[in-house]
């Protein structure tokens, strides 16, 4: 999601590369680690089980009273990556109505705080709606595991951009095609693998996504038809 507010970075150049390559690095350390944890202190079968790894893991070795300190720790740690998805979900909103493929006002901008306010009210209020369907597994199972599809079309674009003469990066990195090949074959597996794990929840949210074909079709139709209106007059 760093690369969501590269318009807004300063030396972006700089910045994003090493941001991106630190914090997976970071992130990917840290995994590994508390997996091997885990694993240590816990038998295998019991983590297949567990729906509370982290909490039950703690029990395990410090006794009851750490389990419920790791659960809160896990809780705080969470808004992180809150404070990801607030900051970059909105800037998409954003940017599709400045294309008009969107309510026009999603792409207002606070004139003291200079953000997306609109847009950002938007996704809080879509938020909430979706928690207040379900649980946090189902949530995930049925609608966040479709974010790996449009990271796949994402890294797809790579090729149709590199096709484009006039296309001209402001940086490029090694292993074009096969890093872009590799992140492609990864999301389509995690998509698959929870299609295959659930996939009457996974169908219902592909068929949500599916809903939002039509509109944009709509958006993209409307968007067409004013740029010929503006190029006759």
Known sequence: MVSYAAGETRNPERVIPRA???????VTAAYMLLNAAYLY????S?????THVAAEASERALGTQAGGAVAVL???SALGALNGIILAGPRVYYAMAQDELAFRWLSAVHPQRQTP????AAQAVWSCVLVATNTYRDLFSRVVYTEWLFFGLLAAGLFVLRRN???QPRFTVYGYPVVPLLFIAASLGIVVNQVRANPRGSAFGLGLILLGLPVYFVWSHRRSQKATADAYH
């Open 165 to 167: 003469a006039s296309y």
């Open 41 to 44: 202190v816990l038998p295998l």
């Open 46 to 50: 019991d983590v297949a089980r567990s």
């Open 117 to 120: 306010h609109w847009a950002i």
């Open 20 to 26: 991106l390559l630190a914090g997976t690095l970071t």
């Open 74 to 76: 896990v809780v705080v």
